[in-house]
């Protein structure tokens, strides 16, 4: 039976998902306060440098006087330091608010617990680990940031019925679709969720890619390019001024061992905290390979090449098939 917490923290993370891919770096929370078992305001985070998910619910009750006797439901524990916007926990404390359902602790070594010993402190009666599992699952990004120090890595391709993901030969200098238009469309949606989007030099010369977010409403990823051999020319679509480009050659990276760890550290070191990797095959297989992945959204499309360049070979646990039309998803975790 789901308990009254519970379906009000479900509700904090349903509206937190409004927030995925404009926090970043920090983290998309959502924020319910209830009066009577009755919803008086919600928020989620702003656009960084923006307010925090608590600031926008309590700014959204239009009788304050009700925060005396409210509860607030939130996915993440309150911040207490000063960052780009005061501390929550201050501002949960000067409105009197008595009771905090908190769904995990933020492992954040500013905050990590010190959030909600402050609430306690000031009398607030304090519920943590309600949906925990759900609340951080929401909160991966976060999590891998700052516990594995490095960016949550999503890797996604669409493969054909026979298992390529590419002809061996094109006549253009631009993809070869798999997928149908809606698939494509879900892409462009994941990508605005992520900060960042790799591919590696073969992508980039043979499609051309912009890798943005055009059919989709949202931020364009930071764009990352990994060039061992320094081959790309200033004419691609990547050099455009849509959204920044990061290139990876040997004037970053030591191309001789542990190529994915320094990459990740490298984003990890520019406050990137999550990447979603679209290729090509023999990038996608060095970070499978190297074992630093912990996503991957496979397409199967209604085509086959008979010939072509081999989908990456991997093995993970598989958490959700669906149909898309003619094509197939798989999303698999590496666990």
Request: aromatic share 8%; net charge positive.
């Amino acid at each position: 039976m789901v308990t009254q917490h519970e379906t009000y923290i479900k509700r904090c993370i349903e509206i937190a998902k409004n927030g995925l891919g404009n926090t970043r770096p920090n983290p998309s929370v959502g924020a319910v306060l209830t009066y009577n078992n009755n919803i008086i305001g919600e928020g989620y985070t702003s656009p960084y440098g923006g307010n925090h998910a608590e600031v926008n619910a309590i700014n959204s009750v239009s009788n304050k006087k009700l925060l005396k006797e409210a509860t607030l439901y939130v996915t993440l524990e309150p911040c207490s330091h000063y960052g780009k916007t005061p501390p929550c926990s201050d501002l949960i404390i000067k409105y009197g608010i008595p009771n905090v359902v908190i769904g995990c602790v933020d492992d954040n070594t500013q905050v990590a617990g010190k959030g909600i010993k402050k609430l306690k402190n000031a009398g607030c009666n304090v519920t943590v680990g309600v949906m925990e599992k759900a609340c951080k699952k929401h909160h991966k990004r976060f999590f891998t940031y700052h516990n594995k120090r490095r960016p949550y890595i999503i890797l996604k391709w669409a493969e054909s019925i026979d298992g390529f993901i590419a002809p061996i030969t094109k006549d253009q200098l631009k993809p070869v679709w798999i997928t149908n238009e809606l698939s494509r469309q879900i892409v462009h949606k994941w990508r605005a969720e992520e900060q960042a989007i790799l591919v590696g030099t073969n992508t980039v010369n043979q499609d051309n890619p912009s890798l943005t977010t055009r059919d989709w409403a949202g931020q364009n990823p930071i764009r990352v390019v990994i060039d061992k051999e320094e081959k790309l020319q200033k004419n691609h679509a990547i050099f455009n001024d849509k959204a920044e480009t990061i290139i990876i050659n040997k004037n970053n990276i030591n191309f001789s061992k542990n190529i994915t760890k320094q990459i990740t550290h490298l984003l990890f070191k520019k406050n990137i905290t999550s990447v979603i990797i679209e290729g090509g095959t023999k990038t996608l297989q060095t970070f499978i390979d190297e074992n630093i992945w912990d996503e991957a959204r496979v397409f199967t499309g209604n085509t086959s090449f008979k010939s072509g360049v081999t989908a990456p070979k991997f093995s993970g646990n598989l958490v959700s098939e669906e149909k898309i039309i003619t094509d197939t998803l798989k999303i698999y975790t590496n666990d």
